[in-house]
């Protein structure tokens, strides 16, 4: 029987350290067709996207209200053509009010696993790649959580290093699910950094001890792994598009369309000319201008035929995002294995049991990031309660409650009122439209209706929650590279070096 999500993640919790009980809320939309995964490929691949939203909220005592320590928005392409998918992780945010330590670790390793390891993974697809870029920030998901004083979120190279010892375990857990015959290889770049200096940067945060080593580069140019988007009939149309996915919020796709949309050498093209009158001696050349017409969608924008691969990571390390004084780190991982013939014979687009639709996803995620605020302990608890009766709420076909006011003072206090969260919160940032042409939506008709929730998705899918009662975990002796959410950092080694006095010579 194929294990769900919600189970997975509940299962991946039970080993957190301390006597916790964890409640647990896992969104996955049914698929929809996507034609942003590679805009710049000609002809685009079909390519089917699933957004997946999770939140813990942590209870302490049975009696204390809930508060949400940790969420994680995330995507999933499948790609029919070349048997692959790809699981694009997009933010990982806590609130800092969860009991030490924290549990997302364990949330991400579970969330990578139940997609990497072919025994769990719900869509049919013989390769995964699993793509994200770390960027230390003070918030992600949880708006104003950084006014806690209790968060204290991970720095740069900290980050980095988090992100490859979580990802280094997920290889080594599937590699012993599958008896090592899954064939897994682990990329990673930090821009602006050679390789000898981001293995000893990372390595003197935390080593990272695995079964499959690390590469410093990009996966483009290995082929024991097949990519995404499948190669056109014409070699001259292969280009820098046919290589890099694009993401929403990601550095590389607001790069890939900068170079999409870099104008030709020659300068400014003088204008078509016109049509000219039947019947004129014109017309010849109008009818050997219209195959030039009609070529124009096969032409390479840009500069994307002449940027290679290596180029662009190279010209990456000069971008804003990049040289902002932060270290940031673009990691990817191909894990490739014949997955079982159970699910061969399922649409792509057929929708699975417990899925939602995108646009309750998108009402949760937009409630969240918009309207709720986790400054306090009582606003973060306010707002837990808020969007999990909202949750429950869009489940059973009932309008979620109103976000909470920020201010409780009447209106005739001779004083002046705070502001609304909706006016205090600013937007979401999104991804600016792409340049140099309008994008088409894919208007072909989907043949599987949205899928309709009820109280027993809610149960069966969506919600669950866990008791544990494991050994504290012990406290800390110094050692480098503390996980997500634990105590202060340990005093660095200072060596003390004596000043040696220079003898004076007799006779002097």
Same mark, same amino acid.
């Given at each position: 029987m194929q294990v769900n999500l919600r189970d997975h993640l509940l299962n991946g919790l039970r080993d957190v350290p301390g006597t916790r009980e964890f409640h647990l809320h896992v969104l996955v939309s049914s698929p929809r067709k996507s034609q942003d995964l590679y805009p710049f490929a000609t002809p685009r691949?079909?390519? !089917?996207?699933?957004? $997946?939203?999770?939140?813990?909220?942590?209870?302490?005592?049975?009696?204390?209200?809930r508060v949400f320590t940790t969420a994680?928005?995330? *995507?999933?392409?499948?790609?029919?053509?070349?048997?692959?998918?790809?699981? !694009?992780?997009?933010?990982?945010?806590? =609130? /800092?009010?969860?009991?030490?330590?924290?549990?997302?670790?364990? %949330?991400?390793?579970?969330?990578l696993t139940y997609y990497a390891d072919p025994a769990t993974r719900p869509i049919s697809a013989d390769h995964l790649w699993i793509h994200l870029f770390a960027r230390a920030q003070s918030q992600y998901l949880f708006p104003n959580s950084a006014d806690y004083t209790g968060k204290r979120p991970l720095g740069d190279v900290k980050l980095c290093a988090w992100w490859q010892r979580v990802l280094s375990q997920v290889a080594s857990a599937v590699s012993a699910s599958t008896?090592?015959?899954?064939?897994?290889?682990? !990329?990673?770049?930090?821009?602006?950094?050679?390789?000898?200096?981001?293995?000893?940067?990372?390595?003197?945060?935390?080593? =990272?001890p695995t079964d499959s080593?690390?590469?410093? +580069?990009?996966? !483009?140019s290995q082929t024991d792994i097949p990519l995404p988007?499948?190669?056109?009939?014409?070699?001259?149309?292969?280009? %820098?598009?046919?290589? $890099?996915?694009?993401?929403?919020?990601?550095?590389?796709?607001r790069f890939i369309d900068e170079i999409a949309c870099t104008p030709d050498a020659d300068g400014i093209r003088s204008p078509p000319r016109k049509r000219a009158r039947r019947g004129s001696h014109a017309d010849d050349s109008t009818k050997d201008a219209a195959p030039t017409r009609e070529g124009k969608e096969q032409r390479v924008l840009g500069d994307l035929a002449k940027v290679s691969t290596d180029e662009f990571w190279e010209r990456m390390s000069f971008r804003q995002e990049c040289v902002a004084g932060a270290v940031t780190g673009f990691f990817a991982i191909g894990i490739s294995c014949v997955a079982s013939a159970r699910r061969s014979g399922i649409?792509?687009?057929?929708?699975?049991? /417990?899925?939602?639709?995108?646009?309750?996803n998108k009402r949760v995620l937009s409630t969240l990031m918009t309207k709720l605020e986790f400054s306090t302990v009582e606003r973060a608890v306010k707002a837990t309660e808020t969007l999990e009766d909202a949750i429950r709420g869009l489940c059973e076909g009932m309008v979620p409650i109103p976000p909470p006011r920020?201010?409780?003072?009447?209106?005739?206090?001779?004083?002046?009122?705070?502001?609304?969260? *909706?006016?205090?919160? %600013?937007?979401?940032?999104?991804?600016?439209?792409?340049? +140099?042409?309008?994008?088409?939506?894919?208007?072909?008709?989907?043949?599987?209706?949205?899928?309709?929730?009820?109280?027993?998705?809610?149960?069966?899918? $969506?919600? +669950?929650? $866990?008791s544990m009662h494991n050994p504290a975990l012990a406290p800390k002796t110094g050692e480098a590279g503390e996980k997500l959410g634990a105590g202060s950092e340990p005093a660095p080694h200072v060596t003390v070096l004596a000043v040696r006095k220079k003898k004076k010579r007799v006779g002097e």
């Open positions: 691949p079909r390519a !089917y996207l699933q957004d $997946i939203l999770v939140l813990v909220s942590e209870q302490k005592t049975p009696d204390a209200p994680i928005e995330a *995507s999933v392409f499948n790609v029919p053509t070349t048997s692959c998918a790809i699981l !694009y992780v997009a933010k990982v945010d806590t =609130t /800092g009010q969860s009991t030490s330590p924290s549990p997302a670790a364990a %949330l991400v390793q579970s969330l008896n090592k015959e899954a064939q897994i290889r682990l !990329y990673y770049v930090l821009p602006g950094f050679s390789q000898l200096e981001a293995e000893h940067s990372l390595r003197r945060v935390a080593p =990272t080593p690390w590469v410093y +580069g990009h996966p !483009y988007c499948p190669k056109p009939t014409t070699d001259p149309l292969r280009n %820098l598009g046919h290589f $890099i996915p694009s993401f929403d919020d990601d550095p590389k796709s649409p792509p687009l057929a929708p699975l049991p /417990g899925q939602v639709s995108s646009q309750l920020m201010s409780t003072t009447r209106d005739t206090d001779r004083r002046t009122p705070e502001p609304e969260a *909706s006016r205090a919160l %600013l937007a979401p940032p999104m991804t600016p439209p792409r340049q +140099g042409r309008v994008h088409v939506a894919d208007v072909s008709p989907n043949p599987f209706p949205e899928p309709v929730t009820s109280l027993e998705t809610y149960h069966s899918h $969506i919600y +669950g929650s $866990i």
